[in-house]
């Protein structure tokens, strides 16, 4: 029972109720202030991550050889979309067999980040998955071709970015430090390959 001439406030039924009044105003405040300011802690994360782009991760593609092109939404909210890798592994086919294979989607996550490093451009695929039967028929005409190569794995890509200078993207790939990165500034349309077998 409270004294009548006030002092404290007993409601048993609160946390608060033992403590005097301008203190449980005190921790009421107290606590008000901590649940702000982890709310703009969380919104200032999602801000640093590009919002909506942190969601939701879009690849753009051209496959030269087949004159076919995409546009999928492959990763939502950090996990993988089963529909996206699907629809990616067919289109980054042995177009010469017209096989497909699971790609890894590490590779994808690569892909995006440079991307969105040149303005969210397309970007133009000249070689994905190979397989081993094309794998071997370009190793009888190039010396290039490695025999174990990645692209028969579903872990490499060759492509470039229209506009984009190529040592540029050589350069982002290898700050990385992904996997494999090569370069041919030579060839009739020159590309670069990004790998996510061992850092070289």
């Not at 048993?12 to 449980?24: D, E, H, R």
Request: net charge positive; with cysteine.
């Amino acid at each position: 029972m409270c004294p009548t001439g006030g002092g404290l406030l007993h409601n048993p039924s609160s946390p608060l109720g033992n403590a005097p009044k301008s203190q449980a105003v005190t921790l009421r405040i107290g606590a008000l202030r901590a649940i702000v300011l982890a709310l703009l802690a969380v919104s200032m994360v999602a801000a640093s991550m590009g919002g909506a782009d942190a969601r939701s991760r879009p690849l753009e593609l051209y496959f030269t050889h087949t004159k076919e092109s995409i546009k999928v939404v492959y990763k939502r909210n950090g996990k993988y979309v089963a529909s996206g890798l699907r629809d990616l592994n067919r289109f980054l086919r042995d177009w010469r067999r017209n096989e497909s294979t699971r790609m890894d989607p590490e590779l994808f996550d690569l892909l995006w980040e440079v991307q969105q490093e040149f303005g969210g451009k397309t970007i133009h695929i000249v070689s994905a998955y190979r397989s081993p039967a094309t794998n071997s028929m370009l190793r009888r005409r190039s010396r290039g071709v490695a025999r174990n190569s990645q692209h028969m794995a579903g872990r490499a890509i060759d492509f470039f970015i229209p506009g984009a200078n190529i040592a540029n993207v050589r350069r982002e790939g290898m700050k990385r430090q992904v996997g494999g990165v090569g370069y041919y500034p030579r060839s009739r349309s020159p590309f670069v390959h990004f790998d996510t077998g061992r850092v070289r």
